[in-house]
């Protein structure tokens, strides 16, 4: 993805549009239903209304959560769901009414937007600085923590569509927790995906997030736009979601691998809302200022993306019905020309025959010349990985190396001149036999990890 210099526009939209305020929002509650809509404003010259629906399920139950908590919730959300809308002008200044924010908030905000935000800026060609590029000003209402009793027996699962959340779902359906999958905007994968982990349409926590159009207008018409860090939203959303449901964990399906850098030597991190840096600071935050107790990590991220892989292709049932690939998401279907397609084909190629990839992808990625550039991208033969979630170069090459030692690759044009050396085959039984210790897994996530790992290396 090639940079756009936009740094005059970012001066001249601050200078035209100084303030975003955070006006407020309302709310609409049942028993199992709740309706959320948002007013944010550029100064005077534009207004944004995003909403937010839970669809209605039995396994909710409102009632238990009083209107404070609510509120604290709702505007929370609020604060993550301001930055899609902010960006479009980066104003300088922006002003939450009524809810008051203290210092280490105020700090834990800016961090999260700028290096939310870095891609945006990377990409953008904008130089700014987590000091300079915004200033918060607060209400004087303080939140107050929740109280609620939640369940440990309780436990949402983001799904995606894509192969990390199959295997979380596919390990833990079994384990004893009652497990709920968490689903924002649903496309037909996710649905698949629950389905076919035996599911039941009523089990499954369903939001629905709309965009504002004046938003969509402003991006046609060449305002700034760009990657946020949705994964951020998603968490905050999902802890509705926990308490509405009485639930005690949140276990997510990031990697050890979404740690890494996009551009070397930089915090610039396309999956920085998937960071342990990310989820550790979110927990504390949580417990600080939401509840004390919600327990939100990552069940895979002692596992690198070669160990997932090996991990997804024990469930072929799913082979046919995951998607991970963004420029077909509108479709549901793999476009076979992207970072996060050849990634995908690579990273399973260790585990997964080629004919039965040609027939996930529709066509051998490995056979398409067209993606050169991406292959150097993903293999490390230039500095700057793709703005996607993949792995890291190191996995890729690993799997490269893997995949020539168990099929032919002669007629394979991306990877005929691919150097399959000692040290790659060294990588690559290194990283099958990694476990990352930086995690916050629960012991009794973790040992059925363990167990569940040791059992298919045995």
């Known amino acids: 993805m090639s940079k756009v210099s936009n740094h005059n526009r970012f001066l001249k939209f601050r200078s035209d549009y100084p303030e975003f305020t955070y006006q407020g929002f309302s709310i609409e509650r049942n028993r199992d239903s709740l309706h959320i809509r948002y007013d944010f404003d550029l100064s005077g010259k534009f207004s944004f209304h995003p909403e937010l629906e839970l669809i209605p399920r039995d396994i909710y139950n409102l009632d238990t959560i009083n209107d404070e908590t609510l509120q604290n919730l709702a505007f929370h959300i609020g604060m993550v769901e301001l930055i899609s809308y902010w960006k479009a002008a980066c104003p300088p200044k922006v002003i939450i009414k009524s809810y008051y924010l203290d210092a280490e908030q105020v700090r834990w905000w800016k961090k999260l937007y700028f290096h939310g935000l870095g891609e945006f800026f990377y990409l953008n060609d904008i130089d700014t600085d987590m000091e300079s ?59 698949r995906t629950v389905s076919i982990a035996g599911f039941d349409e009523n089990e499954v926590m369903i939001i629905r997030r709309t965009l504002d159009q004046t938003l969509l207008d402003l991006n046609a018409k060449g305002y700034l736009n760009g990657h946020t860090p949705f994964s951020s939203l998603l968490a905050f959303v999902s802890v509705l979601s926990a308490l509405a449901s009485g639930s005690k964990y949140i276990a997510l399906s990031n990697e050890s691998s979404a740690n890494e850098s996009t551009v070397p030597g930089s915090k610039i991190n396309h999956q920085y809302s998937k960071s342990y840096e990310f989820e550790t600071d979110f927990r504390w935050y949580i417990s600080r200022y939401i509840h004390p107790t919600v327990h939100y990590f990552s069940f895979l991220r ?14 072929p049932k799913h082979f046919q019905s995951f998607r991970s690939c963004n420029v077909g998401s509108k479709t549901d279907s793999w476009c076979g020309d992207c970072p996060k397609c050849l990634f995908t084909w690579i990273i399973l190629s260790p585990f997964v025959s080629p004919q039965e990839l040609t027939a996930i992808f529709g066509k051998n990625l490995l056979l398409d010349t067209k993606l050169r550039p991406v292959f150097d991208e993903l293999s490390g033969t230039v500095d700057v990985k793709p703005f996607e979630c993949v792995g890291t170069p190191e996995e890729v090459k690993a799997a490269l190396g893997q995949n020539i030692l168990i099929h032919s690759v002669g007629s394979s044009k991306l990877i005929q001149d691919f150097q399959l050396s000692e040290q790659v085959q060294l990588d690559y039984e290194d990283l099958l036999h990694q476990w990352n210790n930086d995690h916050s897994l629960p012991e009794v996530f973790l040992t059925i990890l363990k167990d569940y790992w040791n059992e298919i290396q045995s």
């Open 133 to 191: 590029f915004m200033n918060i000003e607060s209400g004087s209402e303080t939140v107050r923590i929740s109280d609620i009793s939640l369940s440990d027996e309780k436990v949402l699962v983001p799904v995606g569509g894509g192969k990390d959340s199959v295997v979380t779902l596919e390990i833990l359906r079994n384990s004893g927790f009652q497990i709920f999958p968490f689903v924002i905007n649903p496309r037909e994968a996710t649905e």
């Open 302 to 315: 002692p596992l690198n993306e070669l160990q997932i892989a090996a991990l997804f292709s024990r469930f």
